[in-house]
């Protein structure tokens, strides 16, 4: 698949109507500072479509952006920031659980961990979930840039572990580098043709 065309539609502080809605969908999930916005923009080859942000927890609304007129890509807002209250947590998790309640044509998950560490809680929780309602997932392990080809190759095996999932099922990122590009964009172009 080649990415022509990426626009943002629109933020949601709770999931509803938006234009197009109804067209297939990919929902992008990980804990804050996962780099979700960094991949949307490298995936997408446009700077800015998504705000980056060095704070982490800086998404937290659901962000809605049209590819190739043809599907969303919808970002989530990051899990696991330890500095916001219980209550915004909580409306987290309401916001999620309307999400995946009613994205009827949602095709697969994007779940994005962090390749320098091994997964966090909030990780295993996420791959809980998608696993418990039979959502497909693909996993894509960010900034493999930050260590070496060892470096990752160690990792590799110690997410895919605490993740239930085979270690050549994880796709290394990399926003900088491009590194797991085009794998990427090839599991996307097969979850939405299934």
């Known amino acids: 698949m080649e990415i022509k065309s990426a626009v943002f539609i ?7 109507e938006f234009p197009g809605r109804g067209l297939p969908q990919i929902a992008v999930a990980g804990r804050s500072n996962v780099g979700k916005s ?9 700077r800015g479509l998504a705000k980056t942000s060095a704070t982490p927890g800086k998404t937290r609304l659901i ?3 049209l590819i190739n007129n043809s ?3 919808i970002d989530l807002p990051g899990y696991g920031y330890a500095k916001v209250s219980k209550k915004e ?4 998790g309401r916001m999620m659980e309307e999400y995946f309640s009613q994205a009827e044509s949602l095709k697969a998950v ?3 961990v962090d ?3 091994a997964p966090s809680q909030g990780d295993r929780q996420m791959n809980a979930f998608l696993y418990a309602n039979g959502l497909e997932f693909i996993l894509a392990a960010t900034k493999s840039d930050k260590l070496s080809r060892a470096q990752c190759g160690k990792m590799l095996p110690v997410i895919a572990r605490d993740l239930a999932v085979q270690p050549w099922d994880i796709i290394p990122y990399s926003s900088q580098t491009g590194e797991g590009r085009d794998k990427l964009l090839a599991r996307l172009e097969q979850s939405l043709k299934a």
């Open 71 to 73: 599907f969303h890509l």
């Open 10 to 16: 629109t933020s949601l502080s709770r999931y509803g």
């Open 110 to 112: 994007l779940h994005l």
């Open 63 to 65: 962000n809605v952006f």
């Open 89 to 92: 947590q909580q409306s987290w």
């Open 115 to 117: 390749i320098r560490h």
């Open 38 to 46: 960094s991949l949307i923009n490298s995936l997408c080859r446009v």
